[in-house]
Nanobody, 115 residues
Framework: VELVESGGGLVQYGGSLRLSCTVS????????VGWFREAPGKGREGVSC????????YYAEAMKGRFTISRDGAKNLVYLQMDTLKPEDTGVYYC?????????WGQGTQVTVSS
């Protein structure tokens, strides 16, 4: 199993970015994918997650109304649409299964929001 993040970048306050997580190696759709982030000087925190088989979603409180998680089963992609970005959203964003599997962590993708 492998999960690879992409789509990060530099964006201004209030801007948007869409992150992608390319998933490979699962033999069925009965799994969940989560997005996590690690801000400078802070620990890794959960952002959102989605059940690939039925599309049920979860958002951390600070992301509700600004972030949208979705999946494209045919392309084995999980997206994180991030709108109204704030400087405190800056960090490295990772995707992993939910629950987390330690050996599935990738390199992440850097998101930087300028004020």
């Amino acid at each position: 199993v492998e999960l690879v993040e992409s789509g990060g970048g530099l964006v201004q306050y209030g801007g948007s970015l869409r992150l992608s997580c390319t998933v490979s190696g699962f033999t069925s759709d009965d799994y969940a994918v989560g997005w996590f982030r690690e801000a400078p000087g802070k620990g890794r925190e959960g952002v959102s997650c989605i059940s690939v088989i039925d599309g049920k979603t979860y958002y951390a409180e600070a992301m509700k109304g600004r972030f949208t998680i979705s999946r494209d089963g045919a392309k084995n992609l999980v997206y994180l649409q991030m709108d109204t970005l704030k400087p405190e959203d800056t960090g490295v964003y990772y995707c992993n299964t939910k629950p987390v599997a330690r050996n599935y962590w990738g390199q992440g993708t850097q998101v930087t929001v300028s004020s």
